[in-house]
Nanobody, 125 residues
Framework: QVRLVESGGGSVQSGGSLRLSCVVS????????MGWFRQGSGSEREGVAG???????EYAGSVKGRFTISQDNAKNTLYLQMNNLKPEDTGMYYCAAVDAPPGYGTLYSRKYNYWGQGTQVTVSS
């Protein structure tokens, strides 16, 4: 059974930074695709950043140049470095995983079958 646990959320002012972590336990093969998603109040869950099983990285246009996704396989941890945060980045952030072949995109929530419980990010103006 795969388990994902996020941490690192918090409250920051606009322009600030946070680094989210997602610790993965259980068996994760090299064929796994990993992603970060967020959901604001009254909004649908949207893809923020993803790493495909072949290492290809993808970002949503709204965060490109500000957010960086990375993974440390030795620590079984997925990260999301978020810089120059804006109030519209506020929401619950989730990490997700799925065993899938590469090349079909990483920012679609329906693709994933393993989810963490989320960590809240609040950005004030």
């Amino acid at each position: 059974q795969v388990r994902l646990v996020e941490s690192g959320g918090g409250s920051v002012q606009s322009g600030g930074s946070l680094r989210l972590s997602c610790v993965v336990s259980g068996y994760i093969a090299s064929s796994y695709c990993m992603g970060w998603f967020r959901q604001g109040s009254g909004s649908e869950r949207e893809g923020v950043a993803g790493i495909d099983s072949d290492g290809t990285i993808e970002y949503a246009g709204s965060v490109k140049g500000r957010f960086t996704i990375s993974q440390d396989n030795a620590k079984n941890t997925l990260y999301l470095q978020m810089n120059n945060l804006k109030p519209e980045d506020t929401g619950m952030y989730y990490c997700a995983a799925v065993d899938a072949p590469p090349g079909y995109g990483t920012l679609y929530s329906r693709k994933y079958n393993y989810w963490g419980q989320g960590t809240q990010v609040t950005v004030s103006s």
